[in-house]
């Protein structure tokens, strides 16, 4: 079965048995707990909604098929899959997380996880042979994200789990930015892979929700028990939301990197442009390596404008289509000032370093006509 077959399939199966409906459309299951006969012996597996739930297992079996992966856990957000993968840690381990990292991601790990004795260190091994420098003994995890938040850096996945698997470190690959549709990092033999599913894959902006993909039994042992142990688990309305969401994954995909390469090709001929950052760029840094792991570049934009910060502001305040608001990967097109918004809880001088400058935008390309968003582009940058 192709993707786009099993993104509408898998998981979805009509119930065909004595009593079962045949709904090709999985009902959401309301139900918190679930009854049982024997007292040892649960009713088909369910005991109660925190630990399993019919909607929560349908799109768990669609997301292990998504990413080539045997196990899939939904959780309540990005950050709480995020979290569950952090839970896995102790006191005094260390993690290697590739330096621009979305925000908030950062924030967890340094203003909660740090505080319980897990130490970071931020770096940029976009270029693997970097990464043994910032290992240390007590390194239990590898963390990337490819390509990253907000600048698009490329990371060699294979290499980095290559040499990560021989010294027993776990990889973490956040693919958020590419979709599982573009890029499928346990093939490229990471541990771990995780999503925030308020963007591609849920893709319309009205569920927020997380998960985790893995393909090693004990691994996913663990998960299982931290769903149920922590309870950051998805609701079965959420469930059903980005279940429906995933059943246009490829179609949206598709037209998120058509239009945005349209809309680089723009931005690389307008005069007030001073960088942008796309890994189908054939200068972008990792171009080589996103040509080797990815199958498409998806719809993540960034560009630093001619000016300063007063000139950015202008920009996206003259916008009339485009919204600025934080979040990415959904049908509409969204704008935002990652040094004002979603990394601002970045110390400025972190920000610096990153080169997460004041004139540095973000542009998720949605799915609305190219011509339309272009046009929009082009009047704001007028105005400046
Ligand atoms: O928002 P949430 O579903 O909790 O996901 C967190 C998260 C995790 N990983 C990446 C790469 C992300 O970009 C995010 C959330 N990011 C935004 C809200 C944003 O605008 O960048």
């Not at 990005?78 to 908030?104: C, E, M, P, R, W």
């Not at 970097?130 to 990371?155: C, Y």
């Not at 171009?287 to 719809?299: L, N, T, V």
Request: one cysteine or more; a positive charge.
């Amino acid at each position: 079965m192709k993707f786009s077959t099993y993104a509408i399939h898998i998981g979805n199966e009509p119930n065909l048995q004595p009593g079962g409906s045949g709904d090709v459309v999985i009902p959401i299951h309301l139900s918190t707990t679930f009854a049982r006969k024997k007292v040892n012996r649960p009713t088909q597996g369910l005991e109660y909604s925190r630990s399993g739930n019919p909607t929560r297992f349908a799109l768990e079996k669609n997301l292990a098929a998504l990413e080539n992966g045997k196990f899939g856990f939904a959780f309540s957000s990005g950050l709480a899959a995020i979290t569950n993968i952090l839970f896995l840690l102790q006191k005094g381990d260390h993690v290697v997380s590739i330096d621009d990292v979305y925000g908030g991601t950062r924030r967890l790990f340094t203003q909660v996880f740090a505080k319980c004795g897990v130490d970071f260190t931020f770096a940029d091994f976009s270029n693997s042979a970097d990464l043994s420098k910032f290992l240390k003994p007590a390194t239990k995890i590898v963390w990337m994200e490819s390509p990253t938040n907000p600048l698009l850096k490329i990371i060699d996945i294979a290499s980095v789990s290559k040499l990560a698997r021989t010294m027993k470190i776990l990889t973490v690959v956040d693919n958020t930015f590419a979709s599982p549709f573009f890029q499928k990092p346990l093939d490229l033999g990471a541990d771990i892979v995780i999503h925030s599913m308020t963007k591609y894959i849920g893709g319309h902006s009205d569920a927020i929700a997380g998960c985790v993909m893995v393909n090693d039994d004990h691994l996913a042992e663990s998960f299982k028990f931290l769903q149920n142990a922590v309870g950051a688990i998805l609701s079965p309305f959420d469930s059903f939301q980005i279940l429906k969401g995933i059943k246009t994954l490829s179609l949206r995909m598709h037209t998120h990197e058509e239009n945005a390469k349209k809309v680089v090709g723009f931005l690389s001929r307008h005069s007030r442009i001073k960088k942008i950052y796309y890994p189908g760029l054939i200068y972008h840094k990792g171009h080589k390596i996103a040509e080797k792991q990815m199958s498409g570049y998806a719809g993540m934009v960034s560009f630093e404008l001619q000016g300063n910060l007063k000139t950015a502001v202008k920009f996206l305040e003259s916008l009339k289509l485009i919204s600025i608001a934080e979040s990415l990967g959904v049908v509409e097109s969204l704008i935002e000032h990652p040094a004002s918004m979603t990394h601002s809880s970045v110390p400025k001088k972190d920000r610096e370093k990153i080169g997460l400058s004041d004139t540095l935008i973000r542009l998720s390309v949605g799915i609305e006509d190219v011509e339309d968003i272009i046009g929009d582009l082009d009047q704001a940058l007028q105005k400046i």
